[in-house]
């Protein structure tokens, strides 16, 4: 963490929810370290074909913008105003009934006004209103409208990369007014003139080459596979054999990269690892890895429709390719966002796979019917209530749980019951977080969509700090001492934030639990669980 | 005190100026001209607006989830905040637009000196909303009776409701006493100063409040005063009024002639009024159209079951397995990894093309 990142007791009493004296459009953005994340490396732009790559810094004067950038923005504003209704609409309709102010995970940590969704959409609609209304041409900033400088566009650069995307404003906006869309248009836009952050258009070019966000080339995938199935066997005594790009295979398995890379989601990696193993052994059911698509999130979603669609036409072309008979995604947040929302009418028909049947209980997924993409909570949730794991709950017994619904599971599908079912089975010690904290009003990590960098230490730890309060109070009150997640970006950022919130507080991914649980056919008597930490009841055998 | 909020004061100050000056001289521009020209761009604007609206795409299934999918059948599905069927959508969209469902949730944030947050049920904004605008609705239907003759049972019935409250003094000394009071009238302008005082001192509201979001109050409560003032205080020629709107609807208006006696207050009621319709189509007033019309409320949320079609769904790049392989090829034979074509084919056919 870097040394300028204020103590969490100087980023709380920085709060400040008095706005300025000021109205919001004489006040000049400051572009302030620590909240904002690099610009992005011209050869990973330029490397996907987007216009306008060059190398060029946020807190610079001038930005190196080409010529006509305000005409580009006006043409790609109106194209997308025919394009997207809910732009339309979203521009048109907010009354600024203030609803929506105090729902933003960065308001609530910065204080700073146009961290509330309806400001931030106002930095938009001020330009919509100059350029496409005839209230705006008249009276111009009577009616809300201001012409498009270059001081407008850095303010919009600096906000639109303060919002997670995470959707929680538009359950509260009585129109639904979703700033999510607005950010992801805002960010569309802007990336016509290049101005992406380099933690999302340097892992976009990496995932479009090699699969996935971390740039792993296949033989390393395999590698670190296989340093899993070493540890494993070392737990379990089981050796276990993982397909990769196996054709003919039942069902092809798509998880975020992050979880084959970085603790503690290498755990949860290690968890599908051996729940697969334990499904072949019992039922035979026979599910591959692949490497060309080794990348379940898709940061090409923070970047355009267009890039997402690029990226995510992976899963579908592989599972063509291999012949599998339905697709299996693992725990990531914007990932299923994509897949629910989005996947089947860019990339689909997926006409080529069979509506998904659990082989092991005959269950038909008729949630997923078309798109054909189940996700592991909702698969292992259908195993563990038709009794077809062989679980051992104790051995989670030194944990106490409590469960984070990550944004988009929560708020772009609405996945809340089955993780909880999972973990309530595979554990027994489970604490929800406050009402208001979680399930559809859940908040966001805090890094989500893209931000969780490292030179936006600050803007993280205050984003993260609606949700680590609500662990905190879980933790002074039940002790709990895991945070449970389905979420990659979660796994890479919640352990920084607990880390400077709640120190005391441990992050896990659902099917790390699982595995801790689940007892493999002819495994040794296990001692430690997945990170070797010592079993209940097992302190004594560890020393 | 900020120049958005004077700046919508004066300007319905000055209207009102215009109308007390202007009507009584002009009768027939301000009586006639005025409300058909307003009609006019009321109802077309709307169209205009919402036809735009329509034209553009949908190109993604995007609703806000609020509640447990629907998955397997032994789990509870939320049908109405996510729903998967038309039918659940229906009820979610009566709910939204009938009860203001979703500022129902509303809540608001409290952090205490040792840095706890709390998130508390905040239903102000919810009642003044609800309040205001089924007062206005109620108002609005009271107003028929000024178009319709005779007047319909159904809108003296709802008169008679609205009305149940009276007040009078009948004393030997005083004899003092108002016609029915219409709860609505009292309602709306009540209503409609809470979320003009609510804009004015809550400091993050007011930071957001633009010259637009007073302008309407300023409009409503002008006209909602006037009409208090007309019926309760001083007294209009209600005949001759009823007189001038039957022509109106009637179209017998066309021959310009308004009846005498009109007093200047209702001219003052009736420009407020025009110029709230007139400005409808370019405000966030469509907020009533534009609510039918938004996509994370009125799309269903069964995503992965039925497919969804983007009308401008075009071909991408993308980087090909094939593509892939060729530029990983020996890695991956030396890893294990199956491989589509081995070395020697692969070189063959890169010579042949």
Partial sequence: ?543 | MNKFYLSSLLAVFVLALIAWAGGPALPWLFGIVLPYAAVILFVVGVIRKVMGWSRSAVPFAIPTTGGQQRSMPWINQNKIDNPSTKFGVFIRMALEILTFRSLFRNTRIKMTEEGRFSYNLELFLWIGALAFHYAFLATLVRHLRFFLEPVPLCIKAIETIDSFFRFEISYDAIQFGLPGVYISGIVLFAAVSYLFLRRLLISKVRYISLAQDYFPLFLIMGIAFTGILMRYFTKVEIAAIKDLTMSLVTFKALAFNVPQGIGPLFYIHLILVCTLLAYFPFSKLMHMGGIFLSPTRNMTANTREVRHVNPWNYPVKVHTYEAYENEFREKMIEAGLPVDKMPDESTAEEEKE
């Fill in chain 1, 1 to 543: 963490m870097a040394d300028e990142t204020p103590k969490p007791s100087e980023l709380l009493s920085n709060i400040d929810y008095r706005p300025p004296a000021k109205q919001w459009m004489d006040v000049p953005v400051n572009i302030r370290k620590g909240m904002y994340c690099y610009a992005a490396n011209p050869k990973s732009v330029e490397y996907l074909g987007l216009p306008n790559a060059r190398a060029w810094n946020p807190t610079d004067e001038d930005w190196k913008l080409p010529e006509n950038w305000q005409q580009i923005l006006h043409e790609g504003f109106k194209e997308r105003l025919e394009k997207f209704r809910s732009i339309k609409v979203f521009m048109d309709i907010c009354v600024r009934c203030g609803a929506c102010a105090d729902k933003c995970h960065f308001f609530i940590g910065t204080g700073d006004p146009k961290n509330m969704p309806v400001l931030r959409a106002e930095l938009l609609r001020s330009v919509y209103r100059n350029d496409f209304t005839l209230m705006g041409k008249l009276l111009g900033r009577f009616a809300g409208a201001r012409p498009m400088t270059i001081d407008v566009l850095k303010e919009w650069w600096y906000y639109l990369f303060q919002c997670t995307e995470c959707r929680r404003c538009s359950l509260y906006c009585p129109y639904g007014i979703d700033t999510a869309e607005i950010t992801m248009f805002g960010r569309e836009l802007i990336n016509l003139l290049g101005l992406n952050i380099d933690w999302i258009a340097t892992p976009v070019a990496n995932c479009y080459r090699t699969g996935n966000h971390l740039g792993i080339q296949p033989h390393a995938f395999k590698d670190m596979i296989d340093f899993f199935v070493d540890d494993i066997e070392e737990i379990t005594g089981v050796r276990m054999e993982p397909n990769f790009n196996k054709k003919g295979a039942d069902i092809l398995f798509i998880t975020p990269s992050g979880d084959v890379f970085a603790d503690p989601g290498t755990y949860t990696c290690m968890g599908y690892l051996m729940l697969f193993h334990f499904l072949k052994e019992k039922y035979g059911l026979d599910v591959t890895w692949s490497t060309y698509a080794s990348e379940g999130g898709n940061f090409g979603s923070f970047t355009s429709h267009e890039v997402m669609k690029r990226l995510n036409a992976k899963m579908y072309l592989e599972a063509r390719r291999l012949g599998v008979k339905w697709i299996l995604g693992g725990e990531c947040g914007h990932m299923w966002r994509v897949i629910n929302q989005y996947m089947d009418t860019m990339n689909g028909p997926a006409d080529f796979l069979e509506v998904p049947v659990n082989p092991i209980t005959g269950t038909r997924f008729e949630n997923a019917a078309s798109t054909k993409m189940v996700h592991i909570a909702e698969f292992t949730a259908d195993l563990i209530k038709h009794g077809k794991l062989d679980l051992k709950p104790e051995r989670n017994d030194n944990k106490i749980l409590t469960f984070h619904d990550s944004c988009n599971p929560a708020r772009g599908m609405g996945m809340f019951d089955e993780p909880r079912y999972v973990i309530q089975n595979v554990a027994n010690h489970f604490y929800d977080m406050p009402a208001n904290t979680i399930r559809e009003q859940t908040f966001c990590c805090g890094s989500g969509s893209g931000l969780n960098a490292g030179e936006n230490m600050e803007e993280r730890m205050a984003g993260g700090l609606p949700r680590a309060n609500a662990v905190k109070y879980v933790h002074e009150k039940h002790g709990v001492n895991m945070l449970a997640c389905v979420c990659a970006i979660d796994r890479a950022a919640l352990p920084t934030s607990m880390a400077y919130w709640v120190p005391e507080v441990q992050v896990t991914g659902m099917t790390e639990l699982v595995a801790n649980a689940l007892v493999l056919p002819g495994e040794q008597e296990r001692t430690t669980d997945l990170r070797g930490e010592p079993l209940p009841g097992m302190e004594e055998a560890d020393e």
